[in-house]
């Protein structure tokens, strides 16, 4: 999952970052308003993060213009202990959920997890095709049941495609996932799905290149 948390205070987003990039997430860190309204207009995030009180403006701002255009990406406020006003008015404006600090980190990762399951309409954590699995409690992949030791770009691209198998993933949302915010080169995602294609010999499934298009997880009798 691609993860964007928008969080001034250094080691409060350092813990986030720490907690959530082991389970096979990519995180990136905003500090400032200015830049993360940058982020959301011009990426595709998995769940947002969002402090509220940030130095050059309030968080509450970002998700009203956010909903506003429609985007529905979920989004989990973190908000003070007292800040009972704006729990309510971040709800009201379309947060998903809220944690008050200082909060533990397990009910973070369980948090962050319910979203996710939420917005993409699972029931568990759990994904699988084929013969294949990911759990993202644990950010292990299996195939026929034995644990696949893949590297964390791979991972991200497996977690990507799975979560639209049998359908196109657009190439941007997978160059998006491994690579994050910024530019990068024509061939780089090429390099990753040749990569996971050679572990996927003779597994009955496969990664099909639709040109301009993107790429399908499939069964290789489809
Ligand atoms: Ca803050």
Do not use: C, W
């Not at 207009?41 to 909903?67: K, Y």
């Not at 644990?147 to 497996?158: A, C, M, N």
């Amino acid at each position: 999952m691609r993860l964007l948390v928008i969080e001034d205070d250094p080691l409060i987003a350092r813990s986030l970052d720490q907690a959530l990039t082991p389970l096979g997430n990519i995180v990136e860190v905003f500090t400032h308003h200015a830049q993360a309204r940058e982020a959301l207009q011009s990426g595709h995030f998995d769940l947002v993060l969002l402090d509220l009180g940030l130095p050059d403006g309030n968080g509450l701002t970002l998700l009203a213009e956010l909903r506003q255009r429609g985007d529905t990406t979920p989004v989990l406020i973190l908000t003070a202990r007292d800040g009972i006003d704006d729990r309510v008015e971040g709800l009201d404006l379309g947060a998903d959920d809220y944690l008050a600090k200082p909060f533990s980190l397990a009910e973070l990762e369980a948090r962050v997890r319910a979203l996710l399951r939420r917005s993409q309409q699972r029931v568990d954590n759990r994904l699988a095709f084929g013969a294949l699995t990911f759990d993202a409690t644990s950010g292990v992949a299996t195939l026929y049941e034995q644990v696949l030791d893949l590297p964390r770009r791979e991972l991200l691209l497996l977690e990507g495609l799975m979560l639209h198998a049998g359908s196109i993933t657009p190439r941007e949302a997978l160059e998006n996932r491994l690579f994050g915010y910024g530019d990068v080169g024509p061939n780089a995602l090429e390099v990753y799905i040749s990569r996971l294609r050679k572990r996927l010999e003779g597994s009955g499934l496969r990664i099909r290149t639709f040109r301009g298009l993107g790429y399908r997880l499939e069964e290789v009798s489809s």
